[in-house]
């Protein structure tokens, strides 16, 4: 077969086409034979069972018409019991025979219709229809069977239609072949001189056969037609196979071009799809290289997310804690601000008490100043006894001038106004001392009011001072709590913001991490993507190079060696 593929390919299919046709047309021939040869068959034997018919009408006809018994009264006139009765007469009384009508009718059609005619008997009055040993057997078959009306034997030589002839007593059949008593002679003869065989009504007394050779019929179609049907068949096989030839390069002729073009362009693309198919594959490669260093540091992020969502936990928890001491811290500054309150409750407590003491000083200041006037009063009434004195000094130093130029008359009197004068003295002595007493007493007063006075207020001055720096230190001090305070509030709500920033972070962070999750995820599926699409990209090659190869030998095919 190597010399088969070397051929173009639509030489081939010319060549297949021809070997299609011909065996197309060695099985049409054969069946053509076969049912040519099956229909030749089936009408032949139709043929045969017509001029079957034709006989049995013919016998029927004749018997019907009874032509018979006036002839055979005729023939009793004209002659003597076993007197031989003439040609012309005998066949004058045959003609009247259904039987024989039937007979004559077959052997007439016979050459005209190419067929043999034959009747036989197993006792047969004419010696020639003596059956032989084989249509006995046919004979035996209807002699066996009464409803069996009809046998063919149907060989490659020859058909022969057999049919049994049965004796009908309605068709006259015992005027000859009955009873010998009944014979027209009184001889046991039948009117022709035969001798009646005595045969019952229905007695299968010979068969009817129509034989055709199927040889002669053959060629009898043919000379009849000129043509036979299988040359006709050979001829119009070998012309509409070359039509058909013809046709089919015509057909093929278009696509056959078209069918290189597309071999052509396949080769092209082949090794097109081939190179790209490289490329892919390389590209996918690369693609899954990156994807594993995405994947890689999609892992580091994730990590490193990972500890930021840590620290943010940690901050949370850091936020909680501080707003919980800053709370503390709020409720201890608040505290502190209540008693700092109370402090400067206290002070200005204190302050009012000193107020207080200084008043009483001043009241006793007051009192000093009282007793100093009082003390100053008794100097100033000191004073009047001062005077009084220096009168009575007087008045006594008159007396005694007085008492002197009396002389000795005034002598007593001179001695009292001398005591008086003493007594004067003596109160007059007194009297500065109380009044020195008084000076004395008066500055003793005054120096201690005046030192009291200055160290009480220096003192009270002293104390105001320092209640005032306490005040003022405590009003400061609640400045600062309050500002401590406000301040622990600030950083209170700050710290529920940062708390509550450090949750949103906190949800972000899952966000992303969910996200990083699913960045994983698709990354993975990339990956596996591109490494199933980088084996695809080289099955593909390897797939191009195998389809180029299969091109190259669709080209050799279509092309030939
Ligand atoms: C007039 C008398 C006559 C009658 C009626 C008659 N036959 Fe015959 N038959 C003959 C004679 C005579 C022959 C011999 C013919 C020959 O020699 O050609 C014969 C031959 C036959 C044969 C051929 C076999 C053989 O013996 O040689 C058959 C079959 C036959 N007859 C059947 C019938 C049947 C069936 C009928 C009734 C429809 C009938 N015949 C009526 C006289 C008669």
Same mark, same amino acid.
């Given at each position: 077969m190597n010399w088969f593929s070397r051929l173009s390919f639509k030489t081939r299919i010319l060549s297949i086409v021809s070997l299609a046709i011909f065996i197309c047309s060695a099985i049409a021939i054969s069946g053509f034979l076969y049912f040519n040869n099956k229909e030749m068959h089936r009408g032949i034997i139709e043929k045969s069972r017509a001029i079957h018919l034709r006989l049995e009408a013919a016998t029927h006809y004749v018997a019907t018409q009874a032509g018979l018994p006036p002839i055979i009264e005729r023939m009793k006139l004209k002659y003597k019991p076993g007197e031989e009765i003439n040609k012309e007469d005998r066949e004058a009384v045959l003609k009247q025979v259904p039987i024989v009508a039937a007979m004559k009718i077959g052997e007439k059609d016979a050459d005209k219709d190419f067929y043999e005619f034959r009747v036989f008997s +197993?006792?047969?009055? &004419? &010696?020639?229809?003596q059956a032989q040993s084989d249509e006995m057997v046919v004979f035996n078959k209807f002699l066996k069977d009464e409803t069996l009306t009809e046998y063919i034997d149907d060989n490659d030589k020859a058909i022969t239609v057999y049919r049994p002839v049965r004796l009908k007593k309605d068709h006259g059949c015992? @005027?000859?072949?009955? +009873?010998?008593? @009944?014979?027209p002679w009184s001889n046991g003869k039948d009117i022709l001189g035969y001798k009646m065989e005595n045969w019952p009504d229905n007695k299968l007394h010979g068969v009817f056969a129509v034989k055709t050779d199927l040889k002669k019929f053959v060629a009898m179609e043919e000379s009849d037609n000129h043509l036979s049907p299988s040359t006709f068949l050979v001829i119009a096989i070998i012309l509409g196979g070359a039509l058909g030839i013809a046709i089919a390069a015509a057909i093929i002729k278009k696509p056959i071009s078209t069918l290189n073009e597309i071999v052509a362009s396949l080769d092209n693309s082949g090794t097109q799809v081939n190179s790209t198919s490289v490329q892919i594959a390389s590209t996918s490669e690369e693609l899954a290289q990156a994807s594993h260093e995405q994947a890689s540091s999609i892992q580091e992020t994730s990590s490193a997310i990972d500890e930021i969502s840590a620290m943010i936990n940690s901050n949370a928890d850091n936020a909680l804690k501080s707003s919980a001491s800053s709370q503390d811290s709020l409720h201890i500054a608040e505290k502190g601000k209540e008693v700092i309150g109370q402090m400067i409750v206290a002070i200005e407590d204190i302050n009012v008490s000193n107020t207080e003491i200084m008043n009483q000083i001043e009241n006793m200041n007051n009192e000093i100043k009282n007793i100093v006037a009082i003390i100053q009063d008794i100097g100033a009434k000191t004073t009047v006894i001062n005077d009084i004195v220096f009168q009575t000094k007087l008045l006594s130093f008159n007396a005694s001038v007085e008492a002197a130029r009396a002389g000795e008359a005034g002598k007593g009197f001179a001695v009292v106004a001398e005591e008086v004068g003493n007594l004067a003295a003596m109160s007059g002595k007194a009297a500065l001392e109380i009044s020195q007493m008084l000076d004395k007493s008066v500055k003793t007063v005054e120096d201690i009011v005046v030192t009291s006075k200055s160290s009480i207020e220096k003192l009270v001055h002293q104390g105001k001072l320092k209640v005032e720096t306490g005040t003022k230190i405590a009003r400061e001090s609640e400045i600062v709590l309050n500002e401590i305070a406000a301040s622990i509030n600030e950083v209170s709500k700050m710290i529920a913001e940062i708390s509550s920033a450090s949750q949103e972070q906190a949800s972000g962070v899952n966000e992303i991490t969910k996200a990083i999750g699913l960045l994983d995820q698709v990354n993975q599926q990339n990956s596996s993507t591109s490494s199933q699409s980088a084996n695809a990209a080289s099955e593909l090659a390897a797939q191009a190079s195998q389809l180029s190869e299969q091109v190259k030998r669709l080209v050799l095919i279509i092309e030939g060696a």
């Open positions: +197993d006792e047969p009055r &004419k &010696k020639e229809n015992m @005027t000859c072949h009955g +009873d010998p008593q @009944t014979s």
